[in-house]
């Protein structure tokens, strides 16, 4: 498979020619663009920077504890392959038996909370807008940092830290490479 010619940080992921055409766009589809959107997702995510909780699967690797359990928490279908996973920090503290998190997988991005299951497609990414939220707590309490889905399936992060602008970035990448391979 050719290199992903867009970069993961720092540089614009749309290259456009000068008469504003986006460049090595043609108005088909490839047949093998939605096929090869898990390689380009696995790539992007591979990218640094990215934070620690963040955890990628990666081919002819052993699936570490957390790859483990969010396979299990998020309960994939078989042909269903997981991509990464991140979780964000426990809220005061607080263990579950099920940890929140978020998950990349070959079909899109799955969330899963406590009380809280949330799935997003690739063919839905361009309906969202994915940001970072941070909020100064001074006197009032802690920061608060956020990672915000808004769209027709809007959700906010529980108090992540700030991982959260680091996968807001990604999202944000990943819905460009996906406007692009439709």
């Known amino acids: 498979m050719p290199r992903n010619p867009w970069s993961a940080r720092g540089l614009p992921l749309v290259r456009q020619s000068a008469d504003g055409a986006r460049a090595g766009e043609s108005s088909a589809r490839p047949a093998d ?5 898990p390689a380009l997702v696995r790539e992007c995510l591979l990218r640094s920077p990215q934070p620690d909780t963040l955890h990628v699967a990666r081919a002819g690797a052993r699936a570490g504890r957390q790859l483990q359990r969010a396979r299990t928490t ?98 944000t990448r990943i819905r460009e490479l996906t406007s692009l391979a439709t």
């Open 74 to 171: 998020h309960r994939l279908e078989p042909w269903e392959e997981l991509i990464a996973v991140w979780q964000w920090a426990r809220v005061l503290g607080v263990i579950a038996a099920a940890p929140s998190s978020l998950i990349f997988t070959s079909q899109g991005i799955r969330i899963a909370e406590p009380r809280l299951r949330l799935s997003i497609s690739y063919d839905a990414f361009r309906e969202h807008t994915f940001s970072y939220e941070f909020t100064p707590g001074g006197r009032t309490g802690p920061d608060v940092c956020e990672l915000v889905i808004a769209g027709p399936t809007s959700w906010r992060s529980p108090n992540a830290d700030q991982s959260a602008e680091l996968i807001a970035a990604d999202l």
């Open 33 to 37: 663009a939605a096929a090869g959107l």
